[in-house]
T-cell receptor, first 113, second 117 residues
């Protein structure tokens, strides 16, 4: 079945460091891909998305490119801030209406000043 | 616009008691999802509904858990009787499932933090 694998954390960085969180997927067909972020005490929020191969999603300085050839959707940011400390989830939506998202296990990011 | 609204935000109760969690999805959304999040197991999908009909409840842990969606604007998740191992954060999410295939992103509520003593 479809699945998402993301790098295990925690990831600890200093402010202004570069961030990459790896995400790979297994799916039949052409899924949509998402990154969600969860700040402490809150629900998950959509960070960015891509719906077809070579699409680049971007938001708040974060980017991820849908790579069909490597079945990957890595999350990147050039310069992290303390406020980026959160848990990041990669997710896949099968290209079939009315189905549930498939989430990775989440990666905790801690950024220190 | 109002997001997904969950109540209560926090619930503390003794084991054996009935617990009811409530969710109001975003108006116009036709898919609703219940998740449970714990440190040990991460984020787990419990059940989801399309157009008020349960589609997949394979994630419901056992018969003590039940979920209903009587109309498009309200859903409940009930645990009876509750046990300490049910302690977790329970999230509700909603989305618009496109009839042409593919799904819009899910929008999450802030969750209910449940503690069973």
């Amino acid at each position: 079945g479809d699945s998402v694998t993301q790098m295990e954390g925690p990831v600890t960085l200093s402010e202004e460091a570069c961030l990459t969180i790896n995400c790979t997927y297994t799916a039949t067909g052409y899924p949509s891909l998402f990154w969600y972020v969860q700040y402490p005490g809150e629900g998950l929020q959509l960070l960015l998305k891509a719906t077809k191969a070579d699409d680049k999603g971007s938001n708040k300085g974060f980017e991820a490119t849908y790579r069909k050839e490597t079945t990957s959707f890595h999350l990147e940011k050039g310069s992290v801030q303390v406020s980026d400390s959160a848990v990041y989830f990669c997710a896949l939506s099968p290209n079939q209406a009315g189905t549930a998202l498939i989430f990775g296990k989440g990666t905790t990011l801690s950024v220190s000043s | 616009d109002a997001g997904v609204i969950q109540s209560p935000r926090h619930e503390v109760t003794e084991m054996g008691q009935e617990v009811t969690l409530r969710c109001k999805p975003i108006s116009g959304h036709n898919s609703l999802f219940w998740y449970r999040q714990t440190m040990m197991r991460g984020l787990e999908l419990l059940i989801y509904f399309n157009n008020n009909v349960p589609i997949d409840d394979s994630g419901m842990p056992e018969d003590r858990f039940s979920a209903k969606m009587p109309n498009a604007s309200f859903s409940t998740l009930k645990i009876q009787p509750s046990e300490p191992r049910d302690s977790a954060v329970y999230f509700c999410a909603s989305s618009l499932a496109s009839g042409t295939g593919g799904n819009q992103p899910q929008h999450f509520g802030d969750g209910t933090r449940l503690s069973i003593l």
